[in-house]
């Protein structure tokens, strides 16, 4: 079936428009960036009011921004389990090493190895899941820690100029 021969429907669901037009821009425009400035003509000639596209402009903007403080707060989890992994393969190729040396084979080390692993897979699974609400949990508390640090910081970067001057 060609494109001559399907017939579009009357009316469009919220989504379907959206679609559309999502298309539609990406084709006109061989850029890959609109201004700011086109933006809101091309909202002027979709009559969406300058209000609600201003509110939409903020809400991007904040979800962009969380968006950005998740994907750093995943960077932060993963280099933290990257540390509690290597310190598994020391740890566990210590005793390793040790059960070799003083038994001539591998015996008790194989427990540590799996009484450490545990915890390890748990905190594996931990990281790498990034929906939910023990997610969204342990993101609010790590930004928050970090929002209180950068006050605490500021606060004595003010200090130190104070008594400097």
Do not use: C
């Not at 002027?44 to 979800?63: P, S």
């Not at 040396?101 to 931990?126: E, H, M, Q, V």
Request: hydrophobic share 40%.
């Amino acid at each position: 079936m060609s494109a001559s021969e399907v017939q579009p429907p009357q009316s469009y669901r919220k989504e379907e428009v959206q679609e559309i037009l999502h298309l539609a821009i990406a084709r006109k425009t061989e850029v890959e960036e609109l201004s700011r400035t086109q933006l809101w003509e091309i909202a002027a000639e979709l009559d969406i009011d300058a209000d609600v596209l201003q509110v939409a402009e903020n809400d991007w903007l904040l979800q962009k921004q969380r968006q950005e403080k998740k994907d750093e707060f995943n960077q932060y989890r993963q280099g933290q389990l990257k540390r509690k992994v290597i310190r598994y393969a020391i740890i566990n190729s210590f005793a390793m090493v040790l059960n070799f040396l003083a038994a001539g084979n591998l015996s008790w080390s194989l427990y540590i190895l799996l009484f450490l692993g545990l915890p390890l897979t748990l905190d594996t699974f931990k990281t790498f899941q990034t929906e939910g609400e023990e997610y969204e949990q342990a993101f609010q508390q790590w930004y928050l820690k970090k929002e209180i640090k950068a006050s605490i910081s500021s606060v004595w970067n003010r200090i130190k100029t104070a008594w400097g001057s």
